[in-house]
């Protein structure tokens, strides 16, 4: 009976050992995860970041560009100005530049 009960001590001592070694084992796996885990959520959050100023960027490429499209416009229709005062002549180009310029600020 001695040695039945020492033999299931050293069972259960055994299996113990193994639940223990196992704890161990998953704890270390964890600790040499976590830089990876870490670097990971920073790396999230800068792509999160740098596709917010992508679409920042891209609003203000789109704002420019209508601001050259009017500065255009505006060249022109001085430019128009200028050639009817210069001569007096220029009524077409007059028209035309009213006409751009009725556009632009009706559909922009």
């Keep these: 009976m001695k040695e039945l009960t020492s033999n299931a001590a050293a069972v259960v001592g055994l299996v113990l050992s193994i639940i223990a070694l196992g704890g161990y084992v998953l704890m270390a796996i964890q600790k040499i995860r976590e830089p990876n885990n870490t670097q990971n959520k920073r790396l999230d959050a800068l792509e999160k970041k740098v596709d ?30 200028l050639s009817h005062s210069i001569d007096g002549n220029d009524v077409d180009g007059m028209r035309t530049a009213r006409k751009e310029l009725n556009e632009y600020l009706i559909n922009h």
């Design 52 to 81: 917010r100023h992508s679409e920042l960027f891209l609003n203000d490429l789109n704002r420019f560009e209508k601001m050259d499209a009017g500065n255009k416009i505006m060249q022109k229709c001085m430019l128009a100005l």
